[in-house]
């Protein structure tokens, strides 16, 4: 009982009203894995269509009925989008090409001579891009120019569209007028982009031109351009939205407070991931929230409906979906399923799962009334009655077919506040393949649990799961608090469901757990080395164990003989399949030396040497590797090769020390003095050279070639972390106060080459301070690009410092970086 109470006295202090003046980019709501993640892309709830984290619409509506009136609280209603002239996926057609420089002032418009072009069939791709190509496209190299002609009947439309597919840049033109223009960037597949005001003028009764440039600047390229007409909807089927009055996050919640009339709606989404605990976190579920009460003394009566998209069990909208209704002892079930099951049969990035089940689920004495069908239809029946009713079950597009819940509460409601709940849940059967063999989730490792049974027994436990959950919030938020500040903890805030639910809990055919990463919309690889790395210092601090499940993959890979190479792997397969690596060019020093200087860093975490005795053979090729061609660089890349490959890289020295030190460390632990001592003296020498080669006067150098240069020396954190005593305090002090001399509005740039930057490795780098102030004045910045960046998708952890803007990454699981400087003051 005093738990309780003091809890609900938490409820008035800043830890829990300090959210509400966060404005994230975007905000987490259903985050269970990789393919199960739905978020909220703006500051309101029903100001957008929710979204899987790669963007693409994974719609989850929900809507209050208060004595007989509708208020829309979740999700935004779906425009209908009528083609005006197909894509290639929608319609085969053929156009003009060429893939030599045209006169750039006049290849895209009307009379222009393209007698020389070639033609040929739509879709446009380069040779790698073939997987994602239809049928008969055309193939360009690098750069390609194309037109098509079209003509329209009628020119009277309400918002013109582009329905495109570019990667990487492009420009498009409608009769001459510049219609779009995006660089850098690019989509990984089809997705509606806003024409400008001239360009919609511009299209006209009879015949029209399109016109566009694509340019791939790196990876796979493809180009398909169609139109379609936005048509609002109106009339009956708009509904008013409710007001959002409050919005609060913490670790575990989002919460938005609504107006609805005279009800004050909360809708809570809590994601139970509570760290040292293997089974909740592999548990596929989330729970949603409603708790509702009069503002004005009198009694009402309410309904809620919650309704999810068939999207959310599909890869895309072509696709078609089955709907399936339970009802079990106690609680109903509703499902979506995609018609055609290829159970870890798509890999790759911005995809998303087309196999298993979606879920949602309610108490029965919560549920008034369940369907299935069209939004729409859905939506136009609980604004008329109330209620909505079964529907048909046959397959139907996933675009065009929800499931819905009416829920209810037993008597009017009144200044009381009242609560009910629904369960949002996935079951994927299977969730990776390991070296050629499926691994079921961690929830049923043994595949002798249902998915029916986890749902009731989320059930069961809700109490208790909400309890923990508010203990973990707090327990987040004050140890980050503590440890770096205010803005500080906000971020870690920020980052929690992002940085855990980018992962998958699965066991080893030994039942060893596993715990694999994806890397969101970078490449797509599972278990990558170098995302576990930065990601780190979140699972050090509370649960060392899926650490060691994030490397397992990796010293499997080579202690199985599977990878041959004296350093390690930087991947073990492209997600969901993990049966080697995919990613082209291996990362010699950068990941051996993470490898290393994690298995230290978990022995201490652990307070035992075990895990690096269980894989001391393949450390020690490891760290043999590092003692030749750590030390001074080879033109080889490290984690951020996005910049490009790099020479005598200082940082990535660093790194090849710091993995030695540690290798010292464990082997003096392990009884062998002669190897330590050896290591230890090479470290020392290496570390002499180091600040020798590096040193330009007032800060250190980006490579030993460049005294002209300079970097974030990030990878030297784990110097103090490790008290591992390589390089002098002043080599830190030194690198900080110069760095406070290079930050931008939106944080220190990560090196000389460009003014881009990562998050994380501020983060680290900040952790070098010796002093509160030089900390938290590198992470001011930081916290003003987080609220302020002008992307509305889930973190990017890759942005620009001059303008806030990502370069790209986003949802990745490196964010859990942040936790680095809490990890320091625990082991201070």
Partial sequence: MTKYWSFLLLLFTPFFLFAQTLRPPAVPLITIDPYTSVWSFGNELNGSITKHWTGKPHPMDGLIRVDGKTYRFMGAPAPVMKTILPTAKQAAYTAKFTTVKPDPNWWYKEGYNVSTWKQGPAPFGTKDRNDAMLKGGTEFPQEIWYRREFTLTAADFEKPTLNIFHDDDVQVFINGVPAFDC?????????????????????????????????????????????????????????????????????????????????????????????????????????????????DKQTHDVEILNAVSGLWAVNDASQQVVGKREARDDFFLLSLTNAEQKVLGRKGDDVRIDWGRAFLSAPHKFVKSSGFGPSSELIEMFSKSGSVTANQRDAANADSRSMAYVLAFDNKIGPESKSLHAILGYDDVYSVQYFGQNLRPWWNKDGNKTIERELANAEKDFDKVMKECEATDEMIYQDALKAGGKQYAELCVLAYRQAISAHKLVADPSGIPLFLSKENFSNGSIGTVDITYPSAPLFLLYNPALLKGMMEPIFYYSESGKWTKPFAAHDVGTYPLANGQTYGEDMPVEESGNMLTLTYAICKAENNIEFAKKHWKVLSIWANYLKKEGFDPANQLCTDDFAGHLARNANLSIKAIMGLASYAKMAEQLGDTKEAAEVNALVKDFAKKWMQLADTGDHYALTFDNKDSWSQKYNLVWDQLLNLNVFPKTVAEKEIKYYLTKQKPFGLPLDSRKTYTKSDWIIWTATLASNQQDFEALVKPVYKYAMETPDRIPLSDWHETVDGKSVGFRARSVVGGYWMKVLEERWK
């Fill in 183 to 295: 660089s850098p960037c690019y989509t990984g597949d089809y997705e509606f982009k806003p024409i400008s005001a001239s360009a919609r003028k511009a299209l006209k009764k009879g015949k029209n031109i399109l016109a566009a440039y694509c340019k791939n600047g790196a990876g796979p390229g493809y180009i398909d351009i169609g139109l379609a007409d936005e048509i609002a909807l109106k009339g009956a089927n708009v509904v008013q939205p409710a007001k959002q009055v409050a919005f609060e996050m913490t670790a575990t919640q989002t919460v938005y407070t609504f107006q609805a009339g005279p009800i004050q709606l909360k809708a809570r989404f809590v994601a139970p991931l509570i760290l040292k605990d293997l089974n909740l976190i592999s548990r596929p579920v989330n729970y949603v929230v409603y708790d509702v009460e009069s503002t």
